[in-house]
């Protein structure tokens, strides 16, 4: 009897102590009270297909998450992996070098009209990138506050202006255990620190175009580069702003809808099916941007109760509320118009992050994969 008594004043004192940690256990995030618009699903433009399938596949030799993928100057393609390389080859996958190596997490690039390689590192900020492949810092602040999420980037072809998107004032993936892991912090929380930058090559200034953002991710010119098409994240959104706005907020604005079209700001998709990633300007005139997660109904049914997205931390990460894998990519016109969606539900190819379009082939980007999806066009 005195054996069961002192099990049982065990197991009592370990559910309380369980109970404790749940409740009080500290975690990095101050939630956000926030209302998801209810979602769509894969309806209209979305409609479930399987265009996504049976993707071809170049391979990575041992690298892993060709996050961010394009043709440069030179006619080679180039393909950002989780090492921190900038992989080099053919537009087939043949020759592949080590065109560089930053030491951090390179999410998105561009080439200036030098032929240098401006590159967003999540770890280290705005780097430009020699043909030699010696990697110089331009900035790793904007308004006297640290750049912490480098992530998106793109330059303007008329002015050499570069833009780029700085995701978390608050979570820096260098100290959260990397780009992912920051991320989900981020989302989680709803503090909407993220911003969009504009760095001056010529004053060696950076400046903030917009603020507000709930994770902000990829970054896209308008074809007269008088607007710029920005991802938000965290809350299912893409915008188009003016490139002449100075520190605009946008969190109120979206509240009330977003600014009408002929103003600085304008709300051009919302409520999208899944996490819009990478933006990337193709042929044609279309605009490619991939869902890297689609929505979950647990994620939107956490939104309004901040307590219990704090609770959601403290639990194994295998009980985090993280969507299933869905491959999802789709084009838009400048109007805002859907012109192409393609899906595999099946999630075979990783958190497909966006596309980029060549004369002959679609490259699918991905956060994790170990190979270089791609189809022809």
């Known amino acids: 009897m005195k054996t069961l008594r002192k099990t049982a004043l065990i197991l009592v ?9 749940l409740m009080f256990w500290p975690v990095p995030i101050q939630p956000r009270a926030w209302q998801p618009a209810a979602d769509l699903g894969y309806a209209g433009p979305h409609a479930v297909n399987t265009r996504l399938a049976d993707l071809r596949k170049i391979d990575l030799h041992g690298e892993e998450g ?19 390389k900038i992989l080099r080859m053919d537009p087939d996958g043949g020759r592949q070098q080590v065109h560089a190596s930053t030491g951090g997490r390179v999410l998105g690039f561009d080439f200036d009209a030098a032929g240098h390689l401006i590159a967003a590192d999540a770890m280290r900020g705005l780097l430009s990138i020699a043909s030699n492949g010696r990697v110089t810092l331009l900035t790793d602040r904007a ?3 640290p750049i912490r999420y480098a992530n998106a980037v793109v330059v303007a072809k008329k002015s050499g202006k570069v833009y780029f998107s700085d995701a978390s004032m ?16 981020d989302i989680l929380e709803q503090a909407a620190t993220g911003r969009v930058l504009e ?14 953002l709930s994770f ?8 007269d580069e008088r607007s710029l098409y920005v991802n938000e994240t965290g809350q299912y959104r893409i915008w188009k702003v003016a490139v002449t706005a100075h520190a605009l907020d946008l969190a109120p604005l979206a509240k009330a809808g977003g600014t009408p079209a002929s103003a600085v700001a304008q709300v051009l998709f919302d409520n999208l099916p899944g996490y819009p990633d990478n933006l990337m300007r193709g042929l044609d005139g279309r605009i490619w941007v991939g869902l890297v997660k689609p929505r979950n109904p647990k994620v939107d049914q956490l939104a309004s109760k901040p307590w219990l997205r704090s609770l959601t931390l403290r639990l194994p990460r295998a009980l985090w509320p993280i969507p299933k894998a869905y491959g999802h990519v789709f084009a838009f016109d400048e109007a805002g118009q859907v012109v192409a969606d393609l899906q595999d539900p099946s999630g075979s190819y990783p958190e497909t992050t966006s596309i980029t379009e060549t004369v002959d082939r679609l490259y699918v980007q991905s956060l994790h994969a170990r190979e270089l999806g791609w189809l022809p066009r």
Do not use: C, M
């Not at 760095?199 to 507000?212: E, F, I, M, N």
């Not at 902000?216 to 074809?223: D, H, I, M, P």
């Open 66 to 84: 060709p996050e961010h993928v394009l043709i440069g100057p030179d006619g080679q393609l180039y393909v950002a992996v989780v090492s921190g």
């Open 143 to 145: 308004d006297d506050a």
């Open 216 to 223: 902000a991710n990829g970054v896209a010119l308008s074809a």
């Open 13 to 21: 004192l370990l559910l309380g102590l369980a109970v404790l940690y």
């Open 170 to 185: 608050r979570f820096a993936a260098r100290d959260w255990g990397g780009t992912f892991e920051a991320s989900v912090l």
């Open 199 to 212: 760095y001056d090559p010529a004053s060696k200034t950076t400046r903030v175009v917009a603020q507000g």
